[in-house]
């Protein structure tokens, strides 16, 4: 099976073409260039370079955050339009999940950690099981602060994800002897993990409904926020 994984929940955006366990294409752009300016054509590039038409799809992956709400509404609306236009159906792929399951098998803990702005981080801790070989999720998804994220961890953990770039040090001297780190270029979710976990999730025809599924959000937006400082109920 084909399916084609997409991310624009974090700054850098990637799209993966996966065939069964097989990596065929991936396009990763770490760039400051708006999505929406770049997201068709990385699409159109990957299918391009894996020989790949979307007839030959068997379905589209998309990261549903959290992550930049402005990201998510473009990969969502694109995915949901790629959808409609081919018949394809769509599965979705937690963010924090997909950067945990790109840190190898391992006792410790790992934390998924993405900028949130404001001086909060969305997070959330997981662990492998390693009797049946996967990752669950030992945490809620939560917009925290840092100090308060430091606050909770007692045991060694492994952090990953862009969010490093901004409180990479701040973990390392909180916790210097719980604090390990991925590798610097798993910190950027790549595309072809969201294609391969979103495999699964088509094999158990866990689809989406494209009525109604929206991106994990968290918290609100700066916009909700204003909207509902000026409309009190």
């Given at each position: 099976m084909k399916i084609l994984g997409i991310d624009t929940s974090t700054s850098c955006g990637s799209v993966g073409l996966v065939d069964d366990e097989r990596i065929i294409a991936e396009h990763l752009l770490n760039t400051p260039v708006t999505h929406s300016e770049r997201l068709l054509g990385a699409i159109e590039s990957v299918l391009r370079e894996g020989r790949c038409s979307v007839n030959d799809l068997d379905g589209w992956a998309i990261s549903l955050g959290p992550g930049s709400f402005t990201g998510l509404r473009i990969g969502v609306s694109t995915v949901k339009g790629l959808s409609f236009?081919?018949?394809?159906?769509?599965?979705?792929?937690?963010?924090?999940?997909?950067?945990?399951?790109?840190?190898?098998?391992?006792?410790?803990?790992?934390?998924?950690?993405?900028?949130?702005?404001?001086?909060?981080?969305?997070?959330?801790?997981?662990?492998?099981?390693?009797?049946?070989?996967?990752?669950?999720?030992?945490?809620?998804?939560?917009?925290?602060?840092?100090?308060?994220?430091?606050?909770?961890?007692?045991?060694?953990?492994?952090?990953?994800?862009?969010?490093?770039?901004?409180?990479?040090?701040?973990?390392?001297?909180?916790?210097?002897?719980?604090?390990?780190?991925?590798?610097?270029?798993?910190?950027?979710?790549?595309?072809?993990?969201?294609?391969?976990?979103?495999?699964?999730?088509?094999?158990?025809?866990?689809?989406?409904?494209?009525?109604?599924?929206?991106?994990?959000?968290?918290?609100?937006?700066?916009?909700e926020i204003k909207w509902r400082e000026t409309h009190p109920v």
């Amino acid at each position: 099976m084909k399916i084609l994984g997409i991310d624009t929940s974090t700054s850098c955006g990637s799209v993966g073409l996966v065939d069964d366990e097989r990596i065929i294409a991936e396009h990763l752009l770490n760039t400051p260039v708006t999505h929406s300016e770049r997201l068709l054509g990385a699409i159109e590039s990957v299918l391009r370079e894996g020989r790949c038409s979307v007839n030959d799809l068997d379905g589209w992956a998309i990261s549903l955050g959290p992550g930049s709400f402005t990201g998510l509404r473009i990969g969502v609306s694109t995915v949901k339009g790629l959808s409609f236009a081919t018949g394809k159906p769509v599965v979705g792929v937690p963010t924090l999940d997909a950067l945990a399951s790109q840190v190898s098998p391992t006792p410790y803990l790992i934390c998924p950690v993405l900028d949130a702005r404001k001086r909060e981080v969305y997070a959330s801790f997981y662990q492998y099981d390693e009797e049946k070989g996967t990752i669950r999720r030992q945490s809620p998804y939560q917009a925290i602060r840092p100090g308060h994220l430091i606050q909770g961890i007692e045991k060694r953990t492994i952090f990953i994800g862009e969010g490093m770039r901004t409180y990479g040090n701040l973990f390392k001297e909180s916790l210097p002897s719980l604090a390990a780190f991925a590798c610097p270029s798993l910190n950027i979710l790549h595309g072809s993990t969201v294609a391969s976990l979103g495999l699964e999730l088509l094999h158990l025809g866990e689809t989406l409904d494209l009525s109604n599924f929206t991106p994990i959000y968290i918290r609100p937006s700066e916009a909700e926020i204003k909207w509902r400082e000026t409309h009190p109920v």
